[in-house]
């Protein structure tokens, strides 16, 4: 072990008076202490925290023939390694060799699965891990760090694969359960702590800094980003603060070797509580939905439509029948608002619509053609995706007209099948694509809905607003293409 001693550092200052005559006084200041800064010390929380991280382990079952090798591996592979290798495979005693053409019966054996970590959530027993550490196991086994390094066999009360959140139960009483703190208290540069199992290395304790929060690495979860040493074994384990609460659930590492690289992500506590509530009151986790693919709002868009500054979520696409469809939610909508939240990018959409109660009724703020608008919306519940729909199909081509053409586009009349079938009040078809439509990235069968935030029914008033637009800059045009909406920019030729 290596023993670094810190020591102060003293300063000293002299301040030398200026000469008013030939003489030259000089008078000595007091001596200056420099303000050092030591580092934190760990050893109060690692006592105090301790005793309520646990170690988990996860076991398998998996079928093996009678002698005991994995897979039913057949006695001439057992042969074969007794000739070449010198020794029998495992399990067999040397100098048996089991007898040929005699077939094994298969039995059922348990293997290790995997090792991760946990902490005691309450005094009765209910733990708090990972998600990804007791998917799929047969058996979970957790160890205390107590004197006697106690072991329970856990009930799995429920995992959420898409928070990566689990909670298991060990039968008892008395148990040390940890201090939830609170995430919006925690800040960026502040020391956390991390206690956990990486490698199997029970109660390892590892320390660093906040490097952000509210990182999107997932679609429900804005993750703490710290550079706490975190390698496979401490998913699961707690990620604790100065203060000896639990802030975040050690989860994902970056990594392109498999180790620890500086960059680790938790969990927030906050958002983990929300669904471990739900595993032990029902064993799953229901999430609220609308019924919308959304995009983000980029800055070039968001000024050209007059919304500003890029915020909100852009509404792609709305599913037939959805709680958006029936509250009035249109493609290319921009949701600024969700029951009075702020949208800021589009990742937020999922996260509050998510922590909404099915059946709730909402208030959906969204911009659309220069203007807010508040629709309600009753929040469904979550379901899998639906695949959208293919492009409706072409039709005869027209010549188009010069306000169309000038800015590279031939567009004609939608049918009523195809207004149905893209569900659309109104829009022209685009035949063709030339010039600044083309760089733009629009293409034939497209749909234009809006032109220079004018909304368009027919040809006829899309040559009218296509006429009326300055074409020395960016025009923003709102599009369909299939079930998706999205807002292109066609610039002046240069």
Same mark, same amino acid.
């Given at each position: 072990?290596?023993?670094?001693?810190?020591?102060?550092?003293?300063?000293?200052?002299?301040?030398?008076?200026?000469?008013?005559?030939?003489?030259?006084?000089?008078?000595?200041?007091?001596?200056?202490?420099?303000?050092?800064?030591?580092?934190?010390?760990?050893?109060?929380?690692?006592?105090?925290?301790?005793?309520?991280?646990?170690?988990?382990?996860?076991?398998?079952?998996?079928?093996?023939?009678?002698?005991?090798?994995?897979?039913?591996?057949?006695?001439?592979?057992?042969?074969?390694?007794?000739?070449?290798?010198?020794?029998?495979?495992?399990?067999?005693?040397?100098?048996?060799?089991?007898?040929?053409?005699?077939?094994?019966?298969d039995e059922e054996q348990s293997q290790p699965r995997g090792v991760g970590s946990g902490f005691i959530l309450t005094s009765d027993g209910y733990v708090?891990?990972?998600?990804?550490? @007791?998917?799929?196991?047969?058996?979970?086994?957790?160890?205390?760090?107590?004197?006697?390094?106690?072991?329970?066999?856990?009930?799995?009360?429920?995992?959420?694969?898409?928070?990566?959140?689990?909670?298991?139960?060990?039968?008892?009483?008395?148990?040390?359960?940890?201090?939830?703190?609170?995430?919006?208290?925690?800040?960026?540069?502040?020391?956390?702590?991390?206690?956990?199992?990486?490698?199997?290395?029970?109660?390892s304790v590892t320390a660093g800094i906040v490097s952000a929060k509210q990182r999107d690495t997932g679609d429900y979860l804005p993750f703490i980003q710290t550079d706490v040493a975190i390698n496979?074994?401490?998913?699961?384990?707690?990620?604790?603060?100065?203060?000896?609460?639990?802030?975040?659930?050690?989860?994902?590492?970056?990594?392109?070797?498999?180790?620890?690289?500086?960059?680790?992500?938790?969990?927030?506590?906050?958002?983990?509580?929300?669904?471990?509530?739900?595993?032990?009151?029902?064993?799953?986790?229901?999430?609220?939905?609308?019924?919308?693919?959304?995009?983000?709002?980029?800055?070039?868009?968001?000024?050209?439509?007059?919304?500003?500054?890029?915020?909100?979520?852009?509404?792609?696409?709305?599913?037939?029948?959805?709680?958006?469809?029936?509250?009035?939610?249109?493609?290319?909508?921009?949701?600024?608002?969700?029951?009075?939240?702020?949208?800021?990018?589009?990742?937020?959409?999922?996260?509050?619509?998510?922590?909404?109660?099915?059946?709730?009724?909402?208030?959906?703020?969204?911009?659309?053609?220069?203007?807010?608008?508040?629709?309600?919306?009753?929040?469904?519940?979550?379901?899998?995706?639906?695949?959208?729909?293919?492009?409706?199909?072409?039709?005869?081509?027209?010549?188009?007209?010069?306000?169309?053409?000038?800015?590279?586009?031939?567009?004609?009349?939608?049918?009523?099948?195809?207004?149905?079938?893209?569900?659309?009040?109104?829009? @022209?078809?685009?035949?063709?694509?030339?010039?600044?439509?083309?760089?733009?990235?629009?293409?034939?069968?497209?749909?234009?809905?809006?032109?220079?935030?004018?909304?368009?029914?027919?040809?006829?008033?899309?040559?009218?607003?296509?006429?009326?637009?300055?074409?020395?800059?960016?025009?923003?045009?709102?599009?369909?293409?299939?079930?998706?909406?999205?807002?292109?920019?066609?610039?002046?030729?240069?």
């Open positions: 072990m290596f023993q670094i001693e810190w020591k102060k550092v003293r300063a000293y200052a002299v301040v030398a008076a200026l000469a008013v005559t030939t003489t030259v006084a000089l008078i000595p200041a007091k001596p200056v202490v420099a303000q050092s800064r030591t580092l934190p010390d760990f050893t109060d929380l690692v006592e105090q925290v301790g005793p309520s991280v646990v170690n988990i382990r996860t076991i398998e079952k998996v079928r093996t023939s009678a002698s005991g090798l994995p897979g039913g591996m057949d006695e001439e592979m057992q042969e074969f390694f007794r000739r070449f290798f010198g020794q029998p495979m495992p399990n067999v005693p040397r100098g048996q060799t089991p007898r040929p053409n005699r077939p094994a019966p708090m891990t990972n998600a990804h550490v @007791v998917e799929g196991a047969d058996e979970v086994i957790v160890t205390l760090p107590d004197k006697d390094k106690r072991e329970f066999k856990a009930r799995i009360i429920g995992f959420d694969k898409r928070s990566d959140v689990a909670v298991v139960k060990i039968e008892g009483s008395g148990f040390p359960a940890v201090k939830i703190g609170d995430v919006n208290r925690l800040r960026v540069g502040e020391w956390v702590m991390a206690i956990g199992s990486p490698f199997g290395l029970d109660n496979p074994g401490n998913s699961g384990g707690p990620l604790i603060n100065m203060r000896g609460e639990v802030v975040g659930i050690n989860s994902q590492i970056y990594s392109r070797s498999g180790g620890f690289m500086g960059i680790s992500f938790a969990i927030p506590i906050d958002e983990a509580i929300r669904v471990s509530d739900q595993l032990r009151s029902s064993g799953r986790v229901s999430r609220g939905r609308i019924g919308v693919q959304i995009d983000q709002v980029t800055k070039d868009v968001a000024e050209s439509i007059g919304l500003g500054r890029p915020q909100g979520a852009l509404v792609r696409s709305v599913e037939s029948g959805s709680p958006a469809d029936k509250a009035g939610v249109e493609a290319g909508d921009i949701i600024t608002k969700f029951n009075g939240t702020v949208i800021d990018k589009a990742t937020d959409l999922p996260r509050v619509v998510g922590n909404t109660k099915p059946g709730t009724r909402s208030t959906v703020t969204v911009f659309r053609r220069g203007g807010s608008k508040d629709l309600t919306v009753t929040i469904a519940e979550i379901e899998p995706e639906k695949v959208a729909k293919a492009p409706a199909a072409k039709e005869e081509k027209s010549k188009g007209s010069p306000a169309a053409q000038s800015i590279g586009l031939t567009v004609s009349e939608l049918t009523a099948d195809q207004k149905k079938e893209l569900k659309v009040k109104g829009g @022209v078809k685009v035949d063709a694509v030339t010039d600044g439509a083309a760089r733009a990235g629009i293409r034939e069968g497209d749909v234009i809905v809006a032109i220079g935030n004018t909304e368009v029914a027919s040809v006829k008033e899309f040559d009218a607003a296509a006429a009326k637009i300055d074409k020395t800059k960016p025009v923003p045009v709102l599009l369909r293409r299939g079930d998706l909406a999205s807002y292109v920019l066609i610039r002046p030729s240069r």
